[in-house]
Every structure is written in C-alpha cells, then in structure tokens.
C-alpha cells in the first residue's frame, strides 16, 4: 500500500453530506454579504477583485476543512479508533498523515477550484491564479492538521466545530475591514497569506503536540 | 481456528529466553481527575506465557493495560516492555499487538483494508493478512466487508487479526471474550491457546475464570487499584498428608508457598476461583 492508496482509504472516512452543511453557511452568508457581491461588480477594478476572489478561495478551503475534516474525525474519535493508532510504533502525525492529505487535497480541489473558476470568468492572468495555489494548499494542509489536533485534544470537539464557524463569520467579514483600515491591496494579499502561514504552522505543530492521554481519556 | 506450532522454535528466540521479563509494572500509580485508580499495582510477565489479568469491575484492569501501553502517564511506579518504557521509546510497540475491549478500527474500511494499513504502518507484507485472516477464522464473506457491518464475534475476529499482522511477540488483550458468543469465545480460546503453543506471550485480562484458568500458566489478581495476587496456576504444593494433600496458605505475598525443607512437592492445579474470592475477602 502506497501513500496514494492510503489518502484514498483515509477519502472513504470524510462524511462528504457535511458539504452540504459548508453550503449552507457559505450561502447564507453570501446571502446579501459583501464578499460575493463586490466580486461579481463588474465597476471594481482588477486589482481588488483578484483579492477578493483570493479570500473566497481562501474562505472556501478554510470552511471545507473546517466540516469535512472535522466531522470526519469527530466520527473516528467516537468510533475509539486513535486509541489503536496511539498503540502504534512511530510518531503519530506520521500515521495521521495520510488522514491530514486526505482532507487537505478535498479542500484544496474545491477551494481553490473556486478561484480557478470565478478567476477564469473574470479573465485573470493564468500565472495570478496559479500562484494562489501554494497558499491555498498551505492553508489546507495546515488547518486540516489542526483539525485533526483539535479533535484529539478537546474532550467536546464539537465546540471546536461551532468556534470554527464562529470564527468563519469574523474571517467573512475581514477583507473589507483590511481596505477599511486603509491597508494596501499588496499589504491586504499579504497579510491573507500570513494568516494562511501561521495557522498552517499552528495546525502542524498541534498535530504533533496531541497528548495519548488526552484521546484516551476523552 | 489453528495456529501454525512450525515457528515456535524462531519465536522463542525473538523474545529471547523462555522466563525472560518481558512486561512488567512495578508499584504502578494513577489517578483520573482527582481518583485514585492504580495505587501499586505489580505485574511480571515471562516470555511465552499466558498471562491472566483478573479483578472486579473498576479494579484497574483496563487503565493498568494503558499505562502499560504507554497511552498513560503514570504517577508513580516504573512500566517496562521488553525492558524499555513505551513513552520513552515507542519503537518497542512493534513487537506488541493490541486488542482493546471496545472496537478500534475504522468502522468505514473493511478488513483487508484495515489489514493492509497495518501491514503499512508495521512494514510489513501483505501476504500476512491471509495467513491472520486464517488464523483467527474469519469467515471469508467478511473479509471485503465494512468494519461496521460485521458481528461482533467477526468484529473481534478482525481485531485480533489485525493485531496479529507484524507477528509481534507480545499480545495485549483486554476481556478478549467480553460481549462475544459462546462459540466464538471457544474459538478465541482455541487461538490464544494456539499462540501460547506458538511460543507467544500473551497477557489478557477476562472476567471469566474458566477461561482464565484454562488458559493462563499465570494469574495476577487486581483490585482497587493494588495487585492482590500473582501467582502461577499450576505450581508445587507441599503434600501433607499422603491420603488428603492440602495446600498451605500465607497471608501476604504468594497465597501458595513452597518451603526448602518442605517434603518434595508435587504439581497442583490452583483452583482459580477458590483464589480469586479469598484474594479478594469476599465469598464465593
């Protein structure tokens, strides 16, 4: 068994109905929100609509990460299966890492599919598009091994899940609130991948930091 | 369910001397939000022996099993595995398979699927999960099915299999038979006893005596927290009288006790329950 068949395996855990659920937020927060609308206005220029459609690609990723990876683990967690993987040799963030791939490379197709595709309609330069890529797979990988870390480390994951979303409300709100504090756009798409950054180191240095005991106890 | 005996003679040799220690817990403490759960609790476990961990409910058995396992911090007391501390050095975890009471593995992937993760995590073939699959005689309708679809005898089956994949030398598993049937506890009886005969180490824990006694060439009795007895099943006892042998109690320590200057003593069958209810002060 390779790498590849492992992600795979590791695909057949995530509970794909909980899209709908990253739908269903993603609607009714699009609904009559900013974000969409000031990305669709044809009169805005270029510049901030590339930004714009970055933190949508970037809201997307953060929400899918946020359902798919989440209610897949809390589903193992209930099922007592780290409790096995705990008993294995090796680091653990190495056995979980198929896991993490797995819902990171979910994540990243769609939320990154959704740049390509609002970013193809909008006529961006293909290069602009394709050097969101490593961001948004940064952001995917980190957050869904953060995902993964905060289930095992909290005994109530879903009040993890519901923090998420608390968070994904404020993270809707931010790129506005950038240009409003008078931030540039390069500053704004800087700031944007940082924020990817620090939660992609966060989420990889939890994954690694999840205490047996913790799981076991829980 | 059988056991091939061929390897007996090689497995031997991977866990070194017959008698060696290869688990062992010593003065083991523990305490869960503020309750004292172990309070010196004292395992020794030989290489290939079968080894029964015993104790009322909440005695400690299964939280003993964890820190064993080096999914607990202890503290106090010392846990060694092969001579090494599992949470100091985890790489001693591939000579030990584990089953747990409740069902650990991945509800949505089927046997061989599970089978095949390990064999990646253990490094090593996968021609092993046939050869498992075999020894534990797991119906082989069941082995492309979802975890969760199973029966529980055919979920334990698997997690025994599963278990078994990197032939580890040491098998942990907690109340194997718990919940199970009477026909596929007789199977897993007839597999640990297979692997006992195969020169493996097994230490299980069981609230059914007769398994136990059948099965183990060594008992510990756990409760509240503390190892009341450890002994073997099967030891010399001093013969009293030649028409009425008796066996000699001691108070503390080793229930059954063999002096130098005792006439020659003959091998006797320790009647598990008899020891067990005087271990722990209660009748029968």
């Known amino acids: 068994m390779n790498f590849r068949q492992l992600c795979l395996l590791e695909a057949r855990n995530v509970n794909y109905r909980s899209l709908l659920l990253s739908a269903g937020v993603v609607g009714f927060l699009f609904m009559g929100a900013p974000l969409l609308e000031l990305l669709t206005r044809s009169a805005l220029p270029l510049e901030l609509r590339r930004f714009y459609l970055f933190f949508l690609g970037f809201e997307v990723t953060y929400l899918l990460v946020l359902t798919l990876g989440l209610t897949a683990t809390i589903r193992e967690k209930q099922a007592d299966v780290f409790d096995r993987v705990f008993t294995m040799p090796g680091p653990t963030w190495q056995v979980l890492g198929a896991k993490v791939t797995a819902i990171a490379a979910i994540s990243f197709l769609l939320g990154y599919g959704t740049i390509v595709a609002l970013g193809i309609d909008a006529g961006f330069a293909a290069w602009l598009v394709l050097a969101y890529a490593p961001v948004i797979g940064i952001l995917a990988v980190g957050l869904a091994a953060g995902a993964v870390a905060a289930v095992l480390y909290f005994e109530t994951p879903r009040l993890v899940f519901f923090g998420g979303i608390v968070a994904f409300i404020g993270l809707n709100a931010l790129p506005e609130r950038l240009l409003e504090w008078g931030l540039s756009l390069e500053m704004a798409v800087a700031g944007t991948i940082g924020l990817a950054v620090m939660l992609a180191l966060f989420g990889l240095l939890a994954l690694r930091r999840v205490p047996p005991e913790r799981v076991v106890l829980a | ?284």
């Not at chain 2, 297979?194 to 005596?209: I, K, M, N, P, Y």
């Open chain 2, 1 to 284: 369910m059988h056991v091939s005996t061929a390897t007996a003679t090689e497995n031997r040799d991977a866990q070194g001397e017959d008698g060696e220690t290869v688990l062992e817990a010593t003065a083991l403490e523990k305490s869960i939000a503020g309750t004292r759960i172990l309070d010196g609790v004292e395992l020794s476990v030989r290489g290939s022996e079968t080894y029964g961990v015993v104790g009322p409910n909440g005695a400690g058995k299964t939280t003993t099993f964890r820190c064993l396992l080096g999914l607990l911090p202890t503290d106090g007391g010392s846990v060694s595995v092969f001579g090494t501390d599992p949470r100091t050095d985890d790489t001693v975890l591939e000579r030990v398979g584990v089953v747990f009471e409740y069902e650990t593995l991945q509800p949505r992937w089927s046997v061989r699927d599970t089978m095949a993760h390990a064999c990646h995590v253990y490094g090593v073939p996968t021609e092993r999960i046939e050869t498992c699959l075999a020894e534990v005689g797991l119906e082989s309708d069941a082995h492309d099915r979802e975890f969760r679809d199973l029966s529980k005898g055919m979920q334990r089956k698997a997690s025994v299999a599963t278990a078994l994949v990197h032939e580890p030398d040491l098998l942990v598993l907690d109340e194997p038979m718990s919940g199970l049937d009477p026909g596929t506890q007789a199977r897993m009886r007839e597999l640990i006893d297979g692997l006992r005969e195969a020169g493996r180490t097994v230490v299980f824990s069981s609230h059914d005596l007769q398994h136990v006694q059948a099965l183990c060439d060594r008992v510990a009795v756990i409760a509240d927290g503390r190892t009341v007895v450890e002994t073997p099943l099967s030891k010399p006892v001093r013969v009293i009288e030649e028409s009425r042998p008796e066996i000699e109690a001691e108070p503390a320590g080793e229930v059954y006790v063999v002096r130098d200057d005792d006439p020659p003593a003959e091998a006797r069958t320790i009647d598990l329950e008899e020891l067990y209810f005087s271990a722990l002060g209660v009748e029968g």
